[in-house]
């Protein structure tokens, strides 16, 4: 069955670093989606992607944060600028139509900032 | 209430056992879904429920949804072992494109 795949699995970086994670996700999915887990904590929306744009994104999206499809497969979420409290696993998801739909998730990026 | 609570916050129970976990919720709703997060892994889709169905069943599981009372549970029959996991509901507010996960249960079935 096909899934959405996500590298690397464990990213650690310096305070104040840019850093890229990386989403491989299911093949003919056209919605697409960054969501993050603080350790402890619920799952929180960031963004979602359809038709090479950004179509919604939450208060925490903010201008330190940039996604982009470079290519026909992967789906990148930069962090420009890292902070402590970035630190956090960092999930991607595609559906295959609209946002109602059920999501397939990877199994995140663990980001520390040290 | 925020969008998305849910409770327990944590539930143990023995394998064959009956699992309930509830989610309420602060606005009206598209659809609710259910999903489900071992530890250390993505969440896997489990079910979705549309807000004018009632009561939905997906082998050993069963979910209702209460629009007057902006709420929501997931039963889950003869509980295993394998059931050990955490549980989420996730809905996107009607005419709003945010999307919310509630805090979870983390469940655990007990051999």
């Known amino acids: 069955e096909p899934e959405v795949t996500q590298t690397p699995s464990h990213q650690v970086t310096q305070m104040g670093q840019e850093v890229i994670l990386r989403c491989v996700p299911i093949?003919?999915?056209?919605?697409f989606y960054w969501y993050r887990q603080i350790l402890g904590q619920k799952v929180e929306f960031l963004v979602s992607f359809y038709n090479n744009e950004i179509s919604e994104k939450s208060e925490i999206f903010d201008d330190q944060f940039s996604v982009e499809r470079p290519d026909g497969s992967n789906f990148t979420l930069k962090i420009r600028s890292t902070k402590l409290e970035d630190s956090a696993m960092y999930f991607c998801a595609s559906s295959p139509r609209g946002r109602d739909q059920p999501q397939h998730f990877g199994d995140g990026t663990r980001l520390s900032i040290l | 209430s925020q969008q998305g609570e849910e409770d327990p916050q944590a539930l143990s129970i023995q394998e064959g056992e009956n699992a309930t976990m509830n989610c309420s919720y602060k606005?009206?709703?598209?659809?609710l879904q259910w999903y489900r997060q071992n530890s250390g892994r993505g969440l896997v889709h489990l079910i979705l429920?549309?807000?004018?169905?009632r009561e939905k069943h997906s082998g050993r599981l069963r979910v209702t949804l209460d629009t007057s009372k902006k709420s929501s549970s997931l039963l889950i029959t003869a509980s295993r072992a394998a059931d050990t996991a955490s549980y989420f509901c996730?809905?996107?507010?009607?005419?709003?494109?945010?999307?919310?996960f509630g805090k979870g249960t983390k469940l655990s079935v007990i051999p």
């Open positions: 429920i549309r807000s004018n169905e």
């Open positions: 606005t009206s709703i598209n659809n």
């Open positions: 996730f809905m996107r507010e009607a005419g709003s494109y945010q999307l919310t």
């Open positions: 093949s003919n999915h056209l919605y």
